[in-house]
């Protein structure tokens, strides 16, 4: 899915002032748009981190950002700071930004949930059943709060009903706990 600029444009202004050392990240980055917004907004190459788990996506933010920057040669386009992995894996706890459109499925379908329960929780609606619940929106909304570091922003795509579906309250309840909003 490719968000559209509007909508890339209104969150990075969402934001508000970036410094060059603000470190963001995007751990569902698709085709890099946010990345090369902070970017244009003035934070530095080496302060961000792009993630996506399907090649396609990470293949396109991995060139944009190489004629964005002007690189050439492998050395310099691996450099780049877009990963191909699972960007729900453990990325730091020291992000002042974490801003994307996460995936928003209603089932996670990826694997390594035992990788991922070192850093997210997998029984989050505390029901005693581990990945019952679980769903790529549910994990990446606890990705983003658990990256973040204290006083730092998160900017998400979330779906509208986010506020008021009744299956979400647990979600809703984890945000107002460790967020403020």
Not at 64 to 69: D, G, I, P
Request: negative net charge; aromatic residues 10%; contains cysteine.
């Amino acid at each position: 899915y490719l968000t559209e600029q509007c909508v890339i444009a209104f969150m990075v202004n969402l934001v508000g002032r970036l410094k060059p050392e603000t470190k963001v990240l995007d751990f569902e980055c698709g085709s890099g748009g946010f990345l090369a917004a902070v970017i244009d907004k003035g934070v530095l190459l080496e302060n961000i981190r792009g993630i996506d788990i399907d090649e396609l996506p990470y293949i396109i933010a991995k060139t944009y950002l190489a004629l964005y920057f002007k690189k050439s040669g492998k050395e310099e386009i691996d450099s780049l700071p877009i990963k191909l992995d699972n960007g729900l894996f453990y990325q730091g706890r020291d992000w002042d930004l974490v801003i994307g459109n996460p995936a928003g499925g209603n089932q996670y379908k990826h694997g390594d949930l035992e990788k991922i329960g070192e850093n997210l929780n997998r029984d989050l609606d505390r029901n005693g059943r581990l990945d019952d619940n679980l769903s790529e929106y549910n994990l990446s909304i606890q990705q983003a709060v658990s990256s973040v570091n204290v006083g730092g922003k998160i900017c998400l795509v979330l779906p509208e009903g986010f506020f008021s579906n009744s299956q979400d309250e647990f979600l809703r309840r984890f945000v107002a706990k460790n967020c403020k909003v």
